[in-house]
DNA sequence: AGCTACCTATCTATGAGTAGGTAAAACGCG
DNA sequence: CGCGTTTTACCTACTCATAGATAGGTAGCT
């Protein structure tokens, strides 16, 4: 099952401090009082708050990852696969309080640590991989026609997201995401 | 010309400083280094950060409306004025160590006091109403042609200038943010 | 005289991080 | 098996830096 130790409560719940409140307004402080164990002990596990950051977005990337894995094997289809990836996406929203832990910590990105740095961008990456991969089968099976590469068209379609979960939360209006959705798939039938 | 007073010296370096570090990696002191003046004069023009961090978002959206209306009497061609948009949002990348403002203060709304929060809706809420005012026009001289209503089409625009600028950022890839702007046009003529 | 535009000095809270201690579990070995 | 040694998983008690904010003072202009 999920495993709940110490140290899983305390990357779970850092995960999902730095969505709420990003990463230089949550502290050890914080998950002190939430966990029950002494900031001092926090150090224990992650002797730093950049180990303690580094680990939360490698844990979110590799959950989103297997998500990803996931979708791959349900649904072939890619408009399908970029739906569920919409909907995977906006899961994280949840009630409005979090954004995605990539984008939030992008924007943290000048006051964060190397180490850091690299694993939002592999974020990135491995996320706009991933919808590259489905455009391009997208385009060969001739479900979808758009001009731009399909790289590009990835940035694109990832960057709006990002965009759009920052928003719907701003507002508190789930529908600004979903209706974000509907665009990309204008965006990728334009070619006359 | 431009006021060169120390209290718009302070905001414009407030200004910037949230937009490369976000609103909780900034202080006081650090504009105190800069502008050379002690943090306690700093209290004198703005009494709390809350009126500092308000008045910076104020300043910006008001700057923001500006261009817009300068855009407006520029160029009349729905197509060339999201052109212009799109560079104007670009012009605050700059050297790609700063992201929008409002984008900026978006991801730390949980953060923040209700009258920032004020302040960053009505940013929002001011492009994408100018957006929306564009897009109407284009549809009805017809060089525009989607299925989503304006108002939602206008979010998802701007929710996707946003993300880009933030990707740019990470991937300090300027390239990234326009490749994103031409997707814009293959959004806004999409059907059939 | 009073306002403007600062200053020094200080407060309280909070930040990350360290030093050093300890009870209990796990481990190695004769 | 049992005894000593580590290791684990915490703790208390601190450090030092920084945060935003306040009190009260002052030089100079109006």
Chains 1, 2 share one sequence.
């Not at 900031?39 to 959950?63: C, Q, V, W």
């Not at 731009?148 to 529908?175: N, V």
Request: charged share 25%.
């Amino acid at each position: 099952m999920t495993e709940n130790t110490v140290l899983t409560k305390l990357l779970d719940l850092a995960v999902e401090l730095i969505q709420t409140r990003g990463y230089n307004a949550f502290s050890y402080r914080d998950l002190s009082r939430e966990i029950g164990i002494k900031t001092s002990s926090i150090h224990y596990y992650f002797p730093s708050k950049e180990d303690l950051g580094k680990a939360a977005m490698a844990r979110y990337r590799e959950n989103f990852n297997q998500s990803l894995s996931r979708i791959d094997s349900a649904v072939q289809a890619p408009t399908e696969k970029l739906m569920r990836f919409s909907e995977l996406a906006s899961g994280t929203l949840k009630s409005c309080d979090k954004i995605c832990l990539g984008g939030m910590l992008a924007s943290d990105f000048h006051t964060m640590p190397d180490s850091i740095r690299e694993q939002v961008r592999g974020f990135y990456n491995d996320n706009e991989a991933w919808i590259t991969k489905v455009l391009k089968s997208g385009c060969e099976q001739a479900v979808f026609n758009f001009e731009e590469t399909p790289e590009k068209m990835a940035q694109a379609i990832f960057a709006l997201l990002e965009g759009a979960i920052i928003s719907a939360r701003i507002f508190k209006d789930e529908s600004r995401f979903h209706a974000s959705m509907n665009s990309i798939n204008a965006l990728l039938t334009s070619k006359p």
